[in-house]
């Protein structure tokens, strides 16, 4: 039974909040080799599955304004509802024994699970006080 662009959403949303949800559990690994050129603070930019994809404005619609800041020490806040403490580096950020891969190219840093791709583009204003 072929899927309707509403059902495929519909999927895409929940899996983007199991994503979410992984991600607010995370806190402890080790942040070695952080490039400090990755230090920064990244605003949810994008969020896509299969073709379909919501843009910032639509995210934030949804009450999904999340970002990630990266500090040069290796460590920063991973916020999906809730700021979490997080160790970074080699492409990778951890917490709490779970580890999310991601690449950055430019300002871009993106994080791809399964046919999920998760966008955040880096901002140039002061992350919010945690």
Do not use: H, Q
């Not at 009450?63 to 916020?79: L, R």
């Not at 891969?101 to 998760?118: K, N, R, S």
């Amino acid at each position: 039974m072929k899927k309707t662009f509403g059902m495929k959403l519909s999927g895409f949303v929940w899996m983007l909040c199991g994503v979410i949800l992984l991600s607010m559990l995370l806190a402890g690994c080790t942040g070695k080799a952080a490039k400090s050129s990755d230090a920064g603070y990244y605003v949810l930019d994008s969020a896509s599955m299969e073709g379909a994809e919501l843009k910032k404005e639509e995210l934030e619609g949804l009450g999904m304004a999340y970002y990630i800041v990266f500090n040069d020490d290796g460590k920063g806040i991973a916020n999906f509802d809730e700021p979490t403490e997080i160790e970074w580096g080699d492409g990778k950020f951890s917490a709490d024994g779970e580890t999310i891969e991601y690449t950055i190219e430019g300002d871009i840093l993106t994080i791809e699970i399964e046919e999920y791709t998760i966008k955040f583009k880096r901002s140039n204003e002061t992350p919010p006080s945690v």
